[in-house]
Each structure stands twice: as structure tokens, then as C-alpha cells.
């Protein structure tokens, strides 16, 4: 038994959960269903079958509470997990807080992120079922560098649409990316229809998740032997994403801690719902009471100030449409800096435990954000993700409210990646040159509608 005064809470390699927790079992009410674009109906395994292998559809509407890990997925995982958790002393030093600040670190993997939970498994099915080719869209490049790592080990090949932005600012990600074995492309690309038809709107654009993910699916549908990968937003992805909540509750309990806050940062929502799902389940089951809080940039505020309707996944209108809350398919945010959360919807999970009350959302401008990122790095000593900055502000935020009512409050975050590739970003905010942006709710709700409005009549 350890005690909360620990610095680094770890698990043995024996002690790693060998199941995932699926939260579709557990929802107090039923999420709306995926609907086909062309119907209006819900999406049934044949519709899918054209971009994922049959494993991955059925966990994508499993209702079992738990999945197996394979053993061959577990094998790879062993590389870097357990991941550690760790106690923030020195950053509630610095704050001068009562609350106590823990962080479970995700950057420990071969990509740096929390990304390959889920790039894994899905190479894995997918090489299972004789797929030899998966594309996907990167924006930080995290995802890319995630799938590149896991197609290499199950000898697959792998081609990433890169968001434009992010190809051309951070070189060393395209590189990290080539090195595990990936192709990449620039996205806006003349590559696919999908690219050309933007390219043709506005040549210059600088791309966006949602037009790569345009691409990415155009490329995958086209080929039998090609299937497509998804890095966030879907169940199955936020699934693979909860060995972290599940190791974070093994970790605290060794400590006797229970968290009385959890904050995570939410882009298309997979690091948060994996860290938060399993504490749910506890929350549920009547075994704690913690607050469950999301966190966004101002700059893209799909949960804070979005619209809860259905729409696409992508740019281009090729998904299934999902019901989530959205800044509408075609919106493209400012190029902030951190690239993994500008994407224009959410996670349906992650939407419909906001709209049912289950859990709260905040967004915070990247200037907070950075100032909490480096007041993390001087402490801690890891510099951390633009990202996950956002979640580190929350956290701050907190803990000085802690300062106040004096409150000794227990937070759980998770450090879902490291900065090592987004210095750049380090370098603009320490020449002042990062800047914040906040939307009108008129303006943003008129554009959602506009977009919305685009949609096919079966919704
Ligand atoms: C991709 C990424 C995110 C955003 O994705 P989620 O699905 O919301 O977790 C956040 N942080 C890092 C480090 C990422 O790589």
C-alpha cells in the first residue's frame, strides 16, 4: 500500500487491465443512434463494412460491458504501459494549494500521445482481416505518428492526410511519421476529388480535420484492400481509450485517493472519455461522486458552443451523420496551436453525457492555457502538449479555488502528451505572440445554422 505522499504511483506490468470498459453498457439513457445520409436510418454493419473490418463495427455498437484486450494488442501495449501516475507536489507547491493535483502521463508511448491505445488495436483487426493498407487525417500529427508506429507492427502500410497548417509548421512530425514507415501527404491534396474540390474553392486554404478526414475516407472506399482509421470522436476509439481510466483507478486506489474532480481536454473526445469513462461507471455504481469536466479552446468550442444536431464527421459530407454537438461540417478554426483540438464536432458519447448532464464542459483561451503549460514544465518538468495545456488550466483554476476555501480537493488529469514537437508553439507564446480569439454565441449559432441547413432533408 503506498500513500498520497508518493511522487510516482506505478503499476506492475502484471497488474496492467486486460479488458476495456464500454460505456454504451452503463449509459443512465440511450445515445441517438448513427444515421445513413442517404436513408436516414441508422447505420447497419454493411454500411461500414467498406472502411472497417468487422471487429471494430461490432465494438463500435457493442453493448457488453467489457471487451478483452487481445493478447497480441496487450503485447505491444507492454512497451510503455502501465503509464504512471503522478502526484503534482510541486506544482501545488507553487500554487500554494490544499488540493491535491494528480496526472496520468500518456506521453510515455512510442507517438508521445495517448493516440497509440487505440492505433494498436486498430491495425491490429484490421491486419486480421486481411486489410494491408489503412489511411487516415492527422492535424498535430499525433494520430498519424500513432498509426504509423502501429501499422509497422503488424506490417501494414499507412497514408496520412496531414492538416496543411500543421504539414508545413511542424516538419519533424511529417518526419516522425516516415521514420515508423508513413506516407504523407499535405491535406488540401489534388491527390482525391474531395482535396480538388477545395483546392478549387480557395487554393490556399491551410485545411482542417474535417477536409483530411474527407480525403483519408475518399481514398479508403476506393480500394478492397484499403480501409480507413479514425484517431477520436467514435465509441470504438473511446473504448480503446479507457485502459487509462482503468489503470488511473487501480493507481489511486493503491493510494487510497478518490478524485473529487476530473478534468481532461476534449478534441474529438478520446482522451477524456477514456481517462473519464471508468470513473463513471464507479460514480454510478454509488463508489464515488466525482465532478467530470471537459475542457476546450475558446478558439474551437464544439461542446461550450456548438449546436446539439446531427451532422457530418467531415468536411465533404461522406460520413454517416452523427448526432453531436457541432460547429457545423465545413467550419474551420483558427490555426491555434494546438492542432488536435480544432475539429469542428464531438465525440457522440462525450455529446450526449454533456446534454444529459453527466458531465461539464469549460473552454479557456491558449493564452491561459500556455501560461499553465509552462508553470507545469517548471515544476514538473515535462513540457507538455498544447493540448493537454488546456486541461492543466482547469486544473490550475481549481486548485486556486482551493487556495481560497481552503478545500483539499482531490484532481485527476491526464497528461495525455508531451511538447517535445510543438516547441514552436513554446516559442511563439514566449515571444508574446500568442493570441486569443472568443466567439459571439449569435455569430457562431448563425454559422452552425447555415451549415446545418446544407444537410440532407432525412434528419
Ligand atoms: C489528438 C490529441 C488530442 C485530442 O484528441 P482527443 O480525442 O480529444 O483526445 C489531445 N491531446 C493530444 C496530445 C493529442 O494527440
Known amino acids: 500500500m503506498g500513500d498520497p505522499q508518493q511522487h510516482k504511483i506505478l503499476l506492475d506490468e502484471d497488474e496492467m487491465p486486460t479488458r476495456w470498459y464500454n460505456v454504451l453498457a452503463d449509459l443512465p439513457s440511450p445515445a441517438p443512434p448513427v444515421l445513413h445520409p442517404g436513408t436516414g436510418q441508422p447505420v447497419g454493419p454493411e454500411d461500414l ?6 471487429d471494430l463495427i461490432l465494438q463500435e455498437v457493442s453493448t457488453e460491458q467489457y471487451v478483452e484486450i487481445p493478447p497480441e494488442v496487450l503485447d505491444v501495449y507492454r512497451l510503455w504501459r502501465p503509464s504512471p501516475l503522478y502526484r503534482a507536489h510541486r506544482l501545488e507547491r507553487a500554487l500554494g494549494t490544499p488540493a491535491r493535483i494528480y496526472y496520468k502521463y500518456e506521453g510515455v508511448s512510442p507517438a508521445g500521445s495517448h493516440k497509440p491505445n487505440t492505433s494498436v488495436p486498430q491495425a491490429f483487426y484490421n491486419a486480421k482481416a486481411g486489410v494491408r493498407r489503412l489511411t487516415t487525417e492527422t492535424g498535430a500529427g499525433q494520430w498519424g505518428t500513432a498509426l504509423a508506429f502501429a501499422c509497422a507492427q503488424f506490417d501494414m502500410e499507412c497514408e496520412i492526410w496531414q492538416v496543411r497548417a500543421s504539414y508545413d509548421q511542424k516538419p519533424y512530425r511529417k518526419i516522425m511519421m516516415e521514420v515508423f514507415g508513413g506516407t504523407v501527404h499535405p ?36 480500394d478492397p484492400a484499403t480501409n480507413y482509421a479514425l484517431g477520436s470522436v467514435l465509441n470504438h476509439v473511446l473504448l480503446h481509450q479507457t485502459i487509462i481510466g482503468e489503470e488511473a483507478l487501480l493507481q489511486l486506489a493503491k493510494i487510497g485517493e478518490t478524485p473529487d474532480l476530473l478534468v481532461g481536454c476534449t478534441g474529438g473526445g478520446s482522451n477524456f472519455g477514456g481517462l473519464a469513462f471508468p470513473f463513471l461507471r464507479e460514480k454510478w455504481a454509488g463508489r464515488m461522486s466525482p465532478t467530470v469536466r471537459a475542457v476546450e479552446p475558446a478558439a474551437c468550442p464544439s461542446l461550450t458552443q456548438g449546436t446539439y444536431a ?32 480544432r475539429y469542428h ?4 458519447l462525450i455529446s450526449h453525457l454533456y446534454e444529459t448532464g453527466e458531465i461539464e464542459a469549460v473552454a479557456k483561451p491558449q493564452t491561459e492555457c500556455f501560461a499553465g ?13 498544447p493540448e493537454p495545456t488546456h486541461a492543466i488550466a482547469a486544473a490550475v483554476e481549481e486548485a486556486q479555488r482551493c487556495v481560497e476555501t481552503g478545500e483539499e480537493k482531490v484532481i485527476l488529469t491526464a497528461l495525455c502528451g508531451h511538447g517535445h514537437l510543438d516547441l514552436a508553439a513554446y516559442d511563439a507564446y514566449l515571444a508574446g505572440d500568442v493570441t486569443d480569439h472568443a466567439f459571439e454565441d449569435d455569430d457562431i449559432q448563425a454559422s452552425v445554422a447555415e451549415a446545418l441547413s446544407k444537410l440532407p432533408t432525412v434528419v
Open 49 to 54: 463494412a467498406p472502411l472497417f473490418p468487422m
Open 187 to 222: 491535406s488540401p491534396s489534388d491527390l482525391t476529388e474531395a482535396g480538388r474540390t477545395i483546392l478549387a474553392r480557395d487554393p490556399d486554404s491551410t485545411g482542417s480535420l474535417g477536409i483530411a478526414i474527407s480525403e483519408a475516407v475518399e481514398m479508403a472506399a476506393q
Open 310 to 341: 446531427y451532422d457530418f464527421g467531415d468536411t465533404l459530407g461522406m460520413t454517416p451523420l452523427m448526432k453531436m454537438h457541432t460547429l457545423g461540417h465545413d467550419f474551420v478554426p483558427d490555426p491555434i496551436h494546438a492542432g488536435g483540438l
Open 373 to 385: 503549460g509552462v508553470l507545469f514544465a517548471r515544476t514538473e518538468g515535462i513540457v507538455p502538449a
Open 345 to 348: 464536432g464531438m465525440s457522440p
